[in-house]
């Protein structure tokens, strides 16, 4: 559910519940609740507490173990010893900034540059995905001289000030900035007939004149490339690319958020602009660039940083340490040794036609929608068709429960979210599969039911009191 | 020197001076400025490339020791056996967020908030001191429903938009935003004669009653409170607390910034609010925190964060892993193990009554100033008493050519900062006094220039081709 509804939630968190089977987890919650405080949201109606992963497999202080679909940060796998041993490495050696020449930050740059378009030669390391796109509203604002961003509806890029202003995703009552314009993703119909590229950039040309007729000046267009918060929508690839001309056209940047999309997650490139056929002017990295090691970055032209370098210093305390160079590297490597980009198309596009063929004995999912494993599946009443956030909920805890970690999205937290590390496999596929068949004859029991009506003797738990934020990680 | 010098220096870099005596520098120079570009600073005429570091030393690649008399992100010393230790070994074991339970991070935060005041009961985990000022100008927004932020006159608070805005250190040409005011920092005679607290006070006042007047509602005062970038101001020791109350009285909230100051640096207290008897709202934390690993935290009340959660959802994917309060931990352990604080504030009183010494011999060396290990040098003009930019531009060359590794502060960039990780010992610091000598005879050579003149026959570098930045690491 998107973090509007974790926070209507908050209040409702039943210590009871979240112990249920767990009872050592107590006087952690109560220990948790004293320092981080309750805003700090958990996972799931009974949490889980977790000791140690690897692979795509979270294991918790009982040796239970759980199939990790949700987790796109570990993005080669948890504890890969590639990268686990590269960053100990270098930890043990040399930790410092770039200030100090440094081959490692040097060797990074060049190698994650020569996976990007010509123009986009240059790269500035921060240390997450927030501050990566902070820094690119800085760089847009400086390059163009605008402040007008347009974003989508429920979109979410980070927690700094600058970016929640441009994250609906993040807010109990989105009171949009004046110097914020929000768009509709496409509608379905026009996701499948094609017409999507046209509508997207319908939209974004309204914002543009809306903005140009209150006098503000635009300074850019941030989509994140798969449009995770908003509920995933990849399809049809290239429908981004019309809007983006526009705002191009109109003397906006265009930034890519690849925080979600990016390292290989789509199958189909390494970034998901490349499979919308996006020229951006700003890439922003973040969330899997080190597996977990804290780092980000904003790739970009030169002109643009030399903007901002003009008016302002940037400097970043660990973003392009040569522990974060080692890591990135080590990342890559893994991503190359291991084919992950190319089987992730191939494990995602099994994945998502069997999850395709499941729907269609069960109509409350409405669509199953992805591109390599990052997946969607969203659902609706299947009496009433109305958007089904209860049956969400319901879902993700039941998967939980048969030990598949997933998350929701989308604005009206409809929707499923499966995210693996890409070393998920086919057989892990099959996995969930099983279990997600077991929770749908659980929920729908009866075939009548499967064409149509609820469960009556399924466990509904009472409300909605569990968190499934939508945003991140 | 501030970042403002940095800028304005960017464009005279000399490549040829830089590679003198380092030949091998070229080509890495150069894939540096073709992937990170120019705008990404180095540190020193002749840059220099580390390949290790220990303790207090960082080493070049042909095994020249550099004794780091800047570096306060290493905190416990560089690459720390017992940090590295425990940063390796939770890497391998488990890397994930703070939506799953996790007992680390509640021990850390236990153990981190156990030094605080009562009432500063919760914390907040970022993985930068960026985003822990950020995040506290969130906080203060959502608590105050106030905008007005009042800082000193050449703070730098960090890299994001929100707080750059906050941090006139980091622009070229400071365009005081219209919620942000200025005030000075008390002047030598002030300082000197106690009436340094009225002084600041006094400033804020002003600054409370413009915003007032303008209508804007007071957020808050955000101070560093070692002052690191106005120029290391620690004494008299509680001259912040009379204006931090005013602050509380008009409704704003107190932010101590703690990146510079935190974890031990002063030698009187774990936190350099303590040392000024300040009652702050929020901490933010950064740098030190993990030696290393990014990670920062925000310490506030309760009530605090609840204000902008019933707002806003708040989430840090790295901040407060496993591994962050592994490294966070360990700093702690050694800090303790080997009495830091007690060595930080026993070695720095060494070191600066004899820097106060040597300051007698040598008018250019016109205040000592620190706490513990945060030192300032303030230089003037022997001869016309202005404030010496390029004397302490030279000075921090010739002290890097004698292997001692300092850097520049204050808004004049005529303060030499020295800030070594806190093992630092007094024959450490003996070493360093020995070439600070020697580098000040070599600048005035005779007895009667020693009194008053500068020296002809020195190496004096062209121009202030060279960065020696004030804002960050």
């Known amino acids: 559910m998107s973090d509007r509804l974790d926070i209507l939630s908050l209040n409702r968190f039943d210590p009871e519940d979240a112990t249920r089977g767990q009872p050592g987890l107590g006087e952690l919650l109560k220990r948790r609740e004293a320092t981080l405080n ?70 990074y740059a060049e190698r994650l540059l020569a996976t990007f378009p010509q123009g986009l030669s240059n790269v500035l390391f921060t240390c997450t995905g927030s501050e990566s796109n902070d820094c690119a509203v800085r760089l847009a604002r400086a390059f163009t001289g605008g402040t007008g961003f347009i974003v989508t509806g ?11 202003e441009l994250s609906p995703a993040s807010f109990r009552n989105w009171g949009s900035p004046p110097h914020v314009r929000t768009v509709p993703i496409p ?49 049809p690839a290239g429908f981004l690319a019309p809007a983006a001309r526009l705002v191009q056209q109109a ?5 890519a958020d690849e925080v979600q999309a990016g390292f290989g997650r789509t199958g189909d490139a390494l970034w998901g602009f490349l499979r919308h056929d996006l020229a951006p002017d700003i890439v922003t990295l973040g969330k899997p660039m080190g ?32 522990v974060a160079a080692a890591a990135g590297l080590a990342v890559l490597d893994v991503l190359d040794r291991e084919n992950l980009v190319e089987k992730t198309r191939d494990v995602g596009a099994f994945l998502k036609s069997q999850m395709v063929e499941l729907s269609r004995r069960y109509p ?18 299947p009496k009433t068709g109305a958007p089904d956030p209860e049956l ?35 057989a892990d596929a099959d996995l969930f599969l099983e279990a997600l068949e077991a929770a749908l004859e659980e929920r729908f029991p009866n075939r009548s039911e499967r064409n149509g009506a609820t469960g009556s003797a399924t466990q509904v738990l009472p409300g909605t009191t569990v968190a499934h934020p939508a945003d991140s990680p």
């Open 38 to 107: 309750a805003a700090t949201m958990l996972f799931y109606r009974r949490p889980i507490q977790v000791v140690r992963a690897e692979g795509v497999w979270m294991i918790d202080p009982t040796g239970r173990r759980y199939l990790d679909l949700y987790n796109n940060v570990a993005v080669v796998g948890h504890c890969h010893p590639h990268v686990v041993g590269a960053v100990a490495g270098q930890l043990a050696l040399l930790n410092t900034n770039t200030r100090y020449l440094h081959d490692l930050v040097i060797t």
């Open 154 to 164: 429920n979109a979410y890029h980070g927690n700094t000030a600058a970016v929640a």
């Open 187 to 235: 509608d379905r119909g026009m996701r499948n007939t094609g017409e999507a590229g046209d509508q997207f950039a319908a939209a974004v040309a309204a914002s543009i004149d809306d903005l140009r007729r209150r006098g503000i000046r635009l300074a850019g267009l941030l989509v994140d490339t798969i449009l995770s918060s908003d509920g995933i929508f990849p399809e």
């Open 251 to 255: 003397g906006g940047v265009v930034i």
């Open 291 to 322: 597996n977990g090691y804290p780092m980000g970055g904003v790739v970009t032209r030169p002109e643009i940083i030399e903007c901002l370098s003009a008016q302002a210093g940037y400097f970043n305390t660990f973003g392009g340490s040569p």
């Open 364 to 381: 409350a999912m409405s669509e199953v929608r992805g591109a390599g494993l990052f997946l969607g599946i969203e659902w609706h009443h």
């Open 392 to 426: 969400t909920g319901w879902m993700i805890e039941a998967l939980r429960e048969r030990g598949m970690l997933t998350g929701a999205a989308g604005a009206l937290g409809n929707v499923i979210k499966i995210r693996p590390p890409l070393c998920f496999s086919a």
